[in-house]
């Protein structure tokens, strides 16, 4: 199993993004999807976590300009940015709770990591 995270870049403040993360390979179900930032010089922060049953939640920092959705056909989360400030400045990185088959429990896969930076 593999997520490919993308959809980072430069962008102004009060702009947009939408980042993306695929997950490919053998997959019986995928749990909860979330988004993760890690500014420099800081802790990696929790952002945004969708789970399988529709549940969303928001770190209060982004509650208002970011919307996380998912793609349950092509097994796609995304993040849709907006407003966005020069603290967002950060990688972005996905994860997500598979089970590889239907005998297993559920392994938390991490995608690569996509950057993003909010500058004028």
């Known amino acids: 199993v593999q997520l490919q995270a993308s959809g980072g870049g430069l962008v102004q403040p009060g702009g947009s993004l939408r980042l993306s993360c695929a997950a490919s390979g053998s997959m019986f179900s995928i749990n909860a999807m979330r988004w993760y930032r890690q500014a420099p010089g800081k802790q990696r922060e929790w952002v945004a976590s969708i789970i399988s049953g529709g549940a969303i939640n928001y770190i209060d920092s982004v509650t208002g300009r970011f919307t996380i959705s998912r793609d349950n056909v092509v097994n796609t989360v995304y993040l849709q940015m907006n407003s966005l400030k020069p603290e967002d400045t950060a990688i972005y990185y996905c994860?997500?709770?598979?089970?590889?088959?239907?005998?297993?429990?559920?392994?938390?896969?991490w995608g690569q990591g996509t950057l993003v930076t909010v500058s004028s």
């Open positions: 994860n997500a709770d598979i089970q590889p088959d239907g005998y297993s429990i559920s392994y938390r896969y």
